[in-house]
Structures are given as structure tokens and as C-alpha cells.
């Protein structure tokens, strides 16, 4: 079967960095997507990776390894706006999106 | 620039009635979808369209209906509520379905609460 996994919470602190990591086992490859999606609101689209490596954008950064079946989204500079759950997806063979359930980011002051 | 826009954003149900969920989206997307996104599991498709005159099933379809007789409207139909369709229901649209990063520009949701 298809599966992504990612940690259900995570918690950190203010102006500190986060890397919140993405599994996945999936019936081809087509990309890998991050969202960002605030409490009560709809998803919005961060990243995308299709290659290996790291794509920076600004105070986030996605990097992707094929090979591991593995990504992580790195949260620099952290700041409270940033509390957020964060959806990885993936697009198989079909390029039908594959849904991670989050992460839910907590930042403290 | 609307983008997509979803109605109701809440609606309350008895089991057994019917209902449907507008959406709408004003980017000429080819591509529109309606997930369901519950507690604790990632968002599952529906139903999906690639163009207008064309839809299909996706992961969960039981108990929906869909349509696309325009390129800017996806009606999701509820035929009989049931408690088990409780969630939060999201359209979402982009250019194109395949090849490439096809980012979704999800409307804002629709919070369904099936009595």
C-alpha cells in the first residue's frame, strides 16, 4: 500500500530551527509537496521537490532524498506566526496526490 | 481575484438529508478536486475532474456525487447524510492534473456536522 508518515506534534522555541521529516512508500514518484496549514484554515502550498537536494526559499527549506524515500521541511528563524500544521504529500505514478496526516509545529516563546 | 470559493462554510445535517457544496474558482484550472480532511489522517480524495464534462473517483466516493457542467464549478452532492460523513471538506483546484508541480489552491472549507 501507499503510505506517508510524519510526526503528529512537534514543539519549539522562538527564533530557534525545526526539521520536521516525511517518509514515504508510494506506487511511483512524481514530486513531493509541502503545505502549510493554520488552525481552521485551508492548506497552503510551501515547496515542491521532484529532484534530489535541498530547495531553499527564504526562511524554509525542503530537501529530498528518492533513494530513502525521505524528505524533511527545515524552519529557520522560527517565529510564532509559524504555529501551524505542516502536510506532506506525494504524487504517485498517476500524479494523485498521497497524503501525510501533519505535523503540528507548537512554537513557545 | 476570488481564487476558489466554497459554500456553506458550516452546514448541519440530519442523517438521511441531502446537500450539496458549491465551488467555484475563477483561475481557468482544468483541475478540480474535493477532499475530506478528518482527525488524525491525511486529506482523502473524493472525486476530481480534469475538465469540464469529466470527473472521476478518487480514494473515498461512497455517499458523493460531482458534476462539472462549467470549467469554474465542482458541486459536491451529498445523496443521504450519514454521521460517518462528519469532516471538513475542501475544493481544490489547479492548471492541469499531471506532469509537473500542479500546485492546489484550496478553497477555505466547509465544516459538515451530520446529526
Known amino acids: 500500500g501507499q503510505n506517508i508518515d510524519q510526526p503528529t506534534e512537534m514543539t519549539a522555541t522562538e527564533g530557534a530551527i525545526v526539521q520536521i521529516n516525511c517518509t514515504y512508500q508510494?506506487?511511483?514518484?512524481?514530486?513531493l509537496f509541502w503545505y502549510q496549514q493554520h488552525a481552521g484554515e485551508a492548506p497552503t502550498f510551501l515547496s515542491y521537490?521532484?529532484l534530489d537536494g535541498l530547495e531553499e526559499k527564504g526562511r524554509f527549506s525542503s530537501f529530498l532524498s528518492r533513494s530513502k524515500g525521505y524528505s524533511y521541511l527545515l524552519l529557520k528563524e522560527l517565529q510564532m506566526k509559524d504555529s501551524a500544521s505542516y502536510l506532506c504529500?506525494?504524487?504517485?505514478?498517476?500524479?494523485?496526490?498521497?497524503w501525510g496526516a501533519g505535523t503540528k509545529l507548537i512554537i513557545k516563546p | 481575484n476570488a481564487g476558489v470559493t466554497q459554500t456553506p462554510k458550516f452546514q448541519v445535517l440530519k442523517t438521511g438529508q441531502s446537500m450539496t457544496l458549491q465551488c467555484a474558482q475563477d483561475?481557468?484550472?482544468?483541475?478540480m478536486s474535493w477532499y475530506r480532511q478528518d482527525p488524525g489522517m491525511g486529506l482523502r480524495l473524493i472525486h476530481y475532474?480534469?475538465?469540464?464534462?469529466?470527473?472521476d473517483q478518487g480514494e473515498v466516493p461512497n455517499g458523493y456525487n460531482v458534476s462539472r457542467s462549467t470549467t469554474e464549478d465542482f458541486p459536491l452532492r451529498l445523496l443521504s447524510a450519514a454521521p460517518s460523513q462528519t469532516s471538513v471538506y475542501f475544493c481544490?483546484?489547479?492548471?492541469?492534473?499531471?506532469?509537473?508541480?500542479?500546485?492546489?489552491?484550496f478553497g477555505a472549507g466547509s465544516r459538515l456536522t451530520v446529526l
Open positions: 481544490a483546484s489547479s492548471y492541469s492534473s499531471g506532469t509537473g508541480a500542479n500546485v492546489l489552491t
Open positions: 483561475m481557468n484550472h482544468e483541475y
Open positions: 475532474s480534469v475538465g469540464a464534462g469529466i470527473t
Open positions: 508510494t506506487s511511483g514518484f512524481n514530486g
Open positions: 521537490n521532484v
Open positions: 504529500a506525494v504524487a504517485d505514478s498517476n500524479y494523485q496526490l498521497i
